[in-house]
């Protein structure tokens, strides 16, 4: 079967714009939390989120906003990785085979939320021209596919929380299935006041840090950015001389069935897709040289992934490096499976683990090696990624080392 | 060659009624589902019509209890699946759970529910705002709904592509079983009309009236000048052959073929925008492993945006050239509108009352042809004639082409 490699990646996050600095910050365990910003806390109980710090970009995209979009750092982490796979000129390529796959949570929901704000008389005041372009969600595809002309299939996956995985399995489907060469993948997001104040009425917010695995973890923080991968059949890297930083090996799918926002309490759900991905690839448990956990730092979240790796790597889920990179740029929602995916392909690629940081005091329900504070050298081979979602909505990838 | 995929049920809450009868016998019948708008204030603006759904009673599907945290588009498509499910005797009891999935394609999902909220933040004090909330903050929650109240635990996956998210959504569940991800997944779209969705029509122009002219869905029409809203939810079950034969259900049609090019991002010419149509439907045409020959039902697009329907009939008469006036043509906007995200999966379910009852529905509001068109549209009353295969198009002006064909099911 042809194999699906990864040859470029993009990343905006709150540790660093571009995929070096936020890498040297993954690799230092910088924090990206920070006092919200860019829209008032005063009437909440949590006044802290991970945004993204100093971003600018060189060129003005059409529609002109002036402050932070999805389609903005959709479009940083986009140029970046199409620059490192040699892909921003197309002109010998068929570009009716070049897909495009997007997660979002919330779409472009923040340019809405900030033209409401000062007259709220009614509803009809979030909308104007600008906002009426960007408001659909494939608005986001269709801004990626103008400015680097990537005219095959598009698709934006509303999964919540595993959008970026679902994306990803949709184009390696389309890749196998040899309808596409190349589909730009990953996910963007936003901190909308929404979301934030969804997340903080259902208490899920951490007030200070965010602490996956940690006995005394609050929850979560919201964060936002983007992820981008650039993904694309084997035999067209090799033969217009691509680096190839990965190969992308399969994905499993499940869903819990359960709970609108609670995950199963035995990881039900998370055990079927992690299983159905290592079978998918070919692969034991055993394998796994790496898992990017989902590691919201939620207390049920955690408890049930930790189950459910147990579960499915048996004894030999203690041997197994598990990080959550949450700890350090806090939930990117509807980009954080993607951002993990780059994640993970840098693990690959450096052969260094990212640690989960703010790991203060072992749980004894949570007794796995999740990296804590400091981060490992180790070079691996295959590493998982898992996202799931409310509504039990799961999603794990695997990526492997190219060897050949 | 992967499994084959059949329908076993269909469930429909749609303006002309919110049983697959009610809305199959509108269409035969002639009726429209465009009225004043009466869920959203319009005043102030020059359109007035649309497709609503009217006589939905949530509570005979889904039950009384916990009702009120659901909102319109998780009635729709709560008791679309429902329907579905029923219609193709799936039980619910657990036993098929790890083998079902859903795909579900809307182009705003829960987008205009997750603004409402945003509206009662600003209004009011945020953190009073209840959790129970998540049924509507999120842009899939009507699909998380669905999946938790009927226990689905193979894959849940929401396809946003604005006007071609059901068929893409139909097109990828097609696939999954295709390969063995899933054996029966519950497929198809929703969509709501909100001032959100309105307003996003209106400002960028797309809507019927907006010239001052008659405000009217006229696919085809020498007149058309543009679409008219409309909301619903339209649900297949897709099912594994066998397993839909091991357990004896009713077998609607079968999914042959699906095709999916892009004309987004760019100014494309017609001519540009006629090849990538004509394009997505030989894909499919090819994946069926037929010719268009074999094609005797074209659902169209059609929606009554002046140059998308000129991009469709010819895309249509350039593919199948001579033969073009032997393949009769149906176009369910005239009757129901446009219904965005979930437009591709109400003709799908057409096209399938078509195949299996031998009958054509006509377009309803036809006045004037258009002379660049040379159509074999069905006008005036039902054409009643065998079909074996179906061509189903759907198209977004500024996205995807997608195309799906299926037939009649013969073992």
Redesign the interface.
Known sequence: MQKIVITGLGLVTPVGTGVKKSWESFVQGRNGANEMKSFDTS???VHRSCEVKDFHLDIELENQIKENTIHKYVYYAAREALQESGLMDKNNFNI?RF?IAIG????E?TP??RL??PD?SK??N????IV??V????SI???????FG???????????CSSGN?AIA?AY?LLI?N?VDVVMVGGGDMI????F??F????ALAPEKCQPFDKNRQGLMIGEGAGILIMERYDFARKRGAPIIAEMRGYG?????????APHPEG??AV?CMSDAIRMVGLSPNDIGYVNAHGTGTPHNDKAETIAIKRVFSESAYKIPCSSTKSMIGHLMGAASAVESVVCCLVLKHGIIPPTINYETPDTECDLDYVPNVARELKVHHVLNNSFA????NATTIFSRNDN | MGKRVVITGIGVVSPLGCKKEDFWNGLIEGKSGIAPMTSLDLTNYKCKLGGEVRDLHPETHLGSKGLKYLNKGTRFLGSAAKMAIDDAKLPVDGSLSNVMGIVIGSSLGNYSETTDYFYEIIKGNPSELSPMRSYDVALNSSINYVSVIFKIKGLARTISAGFTSSTDAIGDAYKMIQRDMARVIIAGGVEQISIDLFLIFYIRGLLSGLDGKRELSTPFDKGRNGFVMSEGSYVVILEELQHAMERCAPIYAEVKGFGNTYVGGRDYTENERINRAKKAMSEAIEEANINERDITLISANACGCKIQDTVEAKAIQSLFGSNVSNVPISANKSNIGESYGTSGAAQIISAVMSVNTGIIPQIINHKENDPDFNLNLVLERPLKKEIRYAMINNMDYDGNNSCLVISIFNK
């Open positions: 009437k909440y109980k009716e897909g979002t949570l919330a779409a929901l809405f939320e409401l704000r709220t509803k009809d979030g909308f104007d021209r009426a372009a408001y659909p969600p494939n595809t269709n801004i990626l596919a103008k400015y990537f005219e095959g299939p598009t698709m934006v996956s509303l999964n919540a679902h949709w489907d299935e309808k909308p006041q929404t979301e104040t969804h903080h009425n259902l208490k799918l499940s869903c819990d069935g359960f709970h609108m926002t039900e759900g079927k409310f509504g039990g909505n």
